[in-house]
């Protein structure tokens, strides 16, 4: 077995973030179509007429697909559900990742891959058994520790366990990102109190927030102080990744569909990174503590390990929102790119622009390109700083295109949280 064996699965809410998964190094990248899947409302979400240039994108760049048609089913949504999978199939879309039993016999009877959504909430080597009629790939409920899911490895191997494609069963598993207080995501709170279900895509996130409890008797009231008791941290395994591994897991899956491109090029280039580290030998201390580093300046609410190492209870976030220790504020766009001399024109439009600065230049079809700036020039002539107003150009070392838009990276300000943008 090599490094290139172990999967890396990247969220991909955007034609950005599907360009900057393929610059993180991931193999795979998973994303929804319409609303028949679990960030119908939270994330942004592909169109069958996208799946043509999402599918020659990711062939080009020997990139698996999966889609996501992983709610519960209505009957009258049969017919969407089942126009979903024939495009599909046929634009050659690897997989599909489905809970739903009407998802998962329709797409094996046209002989469309189906993988095992963590909806399904596979806990043992029988419900392995089960789906393996099924799928080739299982994802394991969330709240098993990693001996159990070695057992399952173990299993699956002594009992040569196969999918339909006739190959011994692969195991994925959550390895970063948002967590869930909820049995692997199945949360009725949103659908209980604001009618916007969880289980539909439609969660609204009321666990996020901060609560108040109240004796009705007395009116004495209760606030529980620093931290968001049924909001978890955000899940982080690259510090114990080797035991991931030696428990036989073949699929790392990185959550995100709602999350920024940096986000997703940052993630999916650790977790590579540390595969490939692993199988070198070169899974360090000193590394890892790089890649905790890098993990925490894009998106996160705070990490924690799960439930993997045999925690018992939750650790929860104790901050609203994002506590990254970077943000990207916009500044413009690029208005040209000179591909001969390798400079970009850029429209500051917001806040000003200086030498030795770190940018990141987003754009459908350029994903994430981030540098420092080394020089800016303004009528050809170099200046430290450029200010709202300029049209500056500026040396970039890949291809980036008209319409980009430009961010600085600064550091997180919690005092002026509306200055900066993630």
Partial sequence: MTAKDIEIMAPVGSYESLMAAIQGGADSVYFGIGNLNMRSKSSQNFSLDDLVEISNICRKNS?????????????DELDQMKQIVDAAKMNRITAIIASDMAVINYARSVDMEVHMSTQTNI??????????QFADVMVTARELQLEQVKTITNSIRKQNISGPSGKLVQIEVFAHGALCMAVSGKCYLSLDNLNSSANRGACLQQCRRTYIVKEKESDIELEID???????????????LDKILDAGV??????????????????????????NAWFDGEYTQERIDEWNNRLATVYNRGFWDG??????????TEEYGNQATQRKMYIGKVTNYFSKIGVAELKIETHDLAVNEEIKIIGPTTGVYEDRVKEIRLDLSPVEKAVKGDVCSIPVGELVRRGDKVYK??????????LVQQ
Avoid at 123 to 132: C, F, H, M, Q, W
Avoid at 258 to 264: I, M
């Fill in 63 to 75: 990139i698996r697909t999966y889609i996501t048609l992983n709610t519960v089913i209505y009957d």
């Fill in 123 to 132: 806990t043992n080597i029988e419900a392995v058994k089960y789906y393996a």
């Fill in 226 to 240: 620093n931290e968001y008791i049924m909001s978890p941290k955000d899940l982080n395994t690259v510090s114990f």
């Fill in 250 to 275: 073949r699929v790392l899956k990185l959550e995100g569909r709602g999350r920024s491109p940096e986000y997703v090029k940052t993630v999916a280039a650790v977790y590579r990174e540390a595969v």
């Fill in 307 to 316: 439930y993997y190492l045999g925690r018992k209870t939750g650790e929860w």
């Fill in 409 to 418: 990276v600064v550091l997180a300000d919690k005092k002026v949280p509306n």
